[in-house]
């Protein structure tokens, strides 16, 4: 693919899908985290 100076909205689109994507593992990781700490103390 061929990049100019100013990316353009593909590159805008292409990390925004990367953040959610991230978010979305974060959040999952962070739940379960916290089902089996509650497991633990149980």
């Not at 693919?1 to 978010?23: A, D």
Request: charged residues 15%; aromatic residues 22%.
């Amino acid at each position: 693919m061929f990049y100019p100076e100013y990316p353009g909205r593909y590159w805008i689109i292409f990390n925004g899908i990367l953040m959610i994507i991230i978010g979305l593992l974060i959040y999952d990781l962070l739940e379960n985290w916290e089902f089996s700490i509650n497991k633990l103390q149980k």
